[in-house]
């Protein structure tokens, strides 16, 4: 059974940064798409960085050049670096991975980040 849990959201000022971490279990992660998704109150659920397993990375317009998305195959592990946070980054953060040899996706539980003065 796969499983993500994530970790690292917080409350910080704008301007600050955050890394999010998010750990999988029971899949052959080094093989999987993987990527960040977020919902902000009252709006819908976007995608804001992914990485393929040949190491293609996007990025959503609103992220590029503050944030960074990174995995680490031998530990399992994903990462989203936030930098110059702003307050419309406020949202809840979750990690989302992609099996291609079974067709299925799988999501972490969220984690809150808040950007606030």
């Known amino acids: 059974q796969v499983r993500l849990v994530e970790s690292g959201g917080g409350l910080v000022q704008p301007g600050g940064s955050l890394r999010l971490s998010c750990a999988a279990s029971?899949?052959?992660?080094?093989?999987?798409?993987v990527g960040w998704y977020r919902r902000a109150p009252g709006k819908q659920r976007e995608l804001v960085a992914s990485?393929?397993?040949?190491?293609?990375?996007n990025y959503a317009d609103s992220v590029k050049g503050r944030f960074t998305i990174s995995r680490d195959n031998a530990k399992n592990t994903m990462y989203l670096q936030m930098n110059s946070l702003k307050p419309e980054d406020t949202a809840v953060y979750y990690c989302?991975?992609?099996?291609?040899?079974?067709?299925?996706?799988?999501w972490g539980q969220g984690t809150q980040v808040t950007v606030s003065s």
């Open positions: 989302n991975l992609f099996a291609p040899t079974i067709q299925a996706v799988y």
């Open positions: 029971g899949t052959i992660f080094r093989i999987n798409t």
């Open positions: 990485s393929t397993s040949s190491g293609n990375i």
